[in-house]
């Protein structure tokens, strides 16, 4: 077993359970792609088993720091099992779940979720890599599906010097599935749409989106960044008269058409919109167009703290408009899942952008990532997902 030393002072946070440790923390070790080493203190004391990723910043991901725990196959099953055994307890209201979210399951760089009878993962650190025909084999064995997806293709896996890797690890067949999601029958494509095929951690939302449209009776909604359109057919199920989705994925608004459609709803009274969100808000506002809700739900604008800047100007420009373009008394579903962007400097950007709107708003809620995708307090990190629910008023003058 090889030993990475970190450097004296460095240890305190795997002693507090962080699970990272930057390249710039080592003292001294190195380690193939995803082998599993020793990390100690600089005189010698055990901190981690962990893996190791020779090529990234994060140059160690804790797998445990139980210094009589093994990391072999019958780890891996553990903590599989034991994540699958958290989500049997929360209330999801989908059988599109996420079963495995990486750090916060003591899984770092997985990424496993479920689709009815199918699974998707992403393996995204060379840890994670390095053990995945073993991981395989467990998902399979600990959920009793035969159907397993990679979707191994997310920029990170470079930073980790990986290769993207797609396609059926396990099992084969159609790469379409259907999933209920609050009743909603929703469809998607693991080996085409985007991440592991759904946005799962919107799953909360979309429904507090869909009651908050019913309770304050919205009837024209905005929903931008769109995707396949899960806010689109909330505002439907919420009873709104008239949605407009936006985004800049062609397949993405047919799905988002065909999931109208295929729910009960009137397609006539949906209108798709293949652009980009801030120039078509600009647009809208030019033509005089008012909604009464609007969500919006951009990319991750700011991955790392050093993006936060330019990713700030860029969510408070899109707040702006929106909230410009809401008729008073309107909603707005406004969020971010930048992990450089914190909930607090979010909360600011959002402020800002009501000044320069001259708009007043009422916080109604706050929002976070659905319960199966789970934070930990050891990982502040795991904090990406942030939503505000904001009531227009105007200012007063
Ligand atoms: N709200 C969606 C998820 C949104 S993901 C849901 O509940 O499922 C972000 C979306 O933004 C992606 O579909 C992507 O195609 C789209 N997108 C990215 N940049 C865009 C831009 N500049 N204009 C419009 N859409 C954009």
Redesign the pocket.
């Given at each position: 077993m090889k030993t990475i030393t970190v450097r004296e002072g460095k240890e305190r946070s795997l002693q507090r359970r962080h699970p990272w440790v930057f390249e710039g923390s080592i003292a001294s070790g190195k380690a193939d792609l995803g082998e599993t080493v020793r990390v100690q203190t600089h005189d010698g004391r055990f901190l981690a088993w962990a893996a190791c990723s020779p090529h990234s910043q994060i140059r160690v991901r804790a797998w445990s720091f139980d210094e009589t725990e093994r990391i072999d196959s019958a780890f891996f099953l553990r903590r599989i099992e034991q994540a699958i055994a958290i989500r049997a307890r929360l209330p999801i209201a989908s059988d599109g779940v996420r079963l495995v979210h990486g750090e916060a399951d003591g899984l770092p760089g997985l990424i496993v979720d479920r689709y009815g009878d199918t699974l998707s993962a992403q393996f995204l650190s060379a840890g994670a890599e390095r053990w995945k025909a073993t991981i395989a084999d467990h998902l399979l064995k600990a959920t009793g599906l035969t159907r397993l997806y990679e979707r191994s293709d997310a920029t990170s896996r470079e930073l980790e010097g990986l290769p993207p890797a797609t396609g059926w690890l396990r099992g084969d067949g159609p790469t379409e599935v259907t999933i209920r999601e609050h009743g909603w029958q929703l469809s998607l494509d693991v080996a085409e749409g985007?991440k592991t095929g759904?946005?799962l951690d919107?799953r909360d939302s979309?429904k507090l989106f869909a009651d908050t449209v019913r309770h304050f009776g919205l009837q024209r909604v905005l929903?931008?960044?769109?995707?396949?359109g899960?806010?689109s057919v909330a505002a439907f199920a919420g009873g709104a008269a008239q949605v407009a989705s936006?985004?800049?994925?062609g397949p993405?608004l047919e799905r988002a058409r065909a999931h109208v459609l295929r729910n009960g709803f009137d397609d006539a009274a949906h209108e798709t919109l293949d652009?980009?969100?801030?120039q078509t808000l600009r647009a809208m506002l030019q033509e005089g167009r008012r909604f009464d809700a609007i969500?919006l739900?951009?990319?991750k604008f700011a991955p790392t703290v050093s993006h936060a800047e330019r990713a700030a100007r860029a969510y408070k420009d899109i707040n702006r408009l929106a909230l410009m373009l809401l008729e008073p008394g309107g909603v707005l579903f406004t969020f971010s899942c930048s992990g450089g962007i914190s909930p607090d400097l979010f909360h600011k950007i959002v402020a800002g952008a009501g000044l320069d709107a001259q708009v007043d708003g009422l916080v109604y809620a706050r929002t976070g990532a659905a319960p199966d995708h789970p934070m930990t307090i050891t990982f502040p990190e795991g904090d990406y997902l942030k939503g505000l629910v904001i009531i227009k008023r105007q200012a007063p003058r």
């Open positions: 985007h759904y946005y919107q979309r929903n931008c960044y769109s995707y396949t899960g806010f936006v985004d800049s994925s993405a652009a980009d969100v801030n969500v739900d951009p990319p």
